[in-house]
């Protein structure tokens, strides 16, 4: 079966990282495309950043220079480094493996509060 399980969420002060991993079982991981959206309470789910099998990255114009997608295709782990939070950060930020199919991580919050 196909599991995507984030982790290293939490809560961070303004200013503050936190790097955020997912990994991913059941795919051919190097094949996929992998992102990283959020949901506010609220507002819609949000791409964040996005990798794909070449390695090529883009990101929402609200994190761009602030956050980094990489990933390890021998761990088949996909990561999100995240620099110089912000409260309008906080959010519910979920994995996302793309190919042939779409599969979803259950999610991690992640809370930035002064």
């Known amino acids: 079966q196909v599991q995507l399980v984030e982790s290293g969420g939490g809560l961070v002060q303004p200013g503050g990282s936190l790097r955020l991993s997912c990994a991913a079982s059941g795919i051919i991981f190097s094949t996929y495309s992998m992102g990283w959206y959020r949901q506010a309470p609220g507002k819609q789910r949000e791409l964040v950043a996005r990798i794909t099998s070449g390695r090529s990255t883009n990101y929402a114009d609200s994190v761009k220079g602030r956050f980094t997608i990489s990933r390890d295709n021998d761990k088949s782990t996909v990561y999100l480094q995240m620099n110089s939070l912000k409260v309008e950060d906080t959010a519910v930020y979920y994995c996302?493996?793309?190919?042939?199919?779409?599969?979803w991580g259950q999610g991690t919050q992640v809370t930035v509060y002064s």
């Open positions: 996302k493996a793309g190919s042939s199919a779409n599969y």
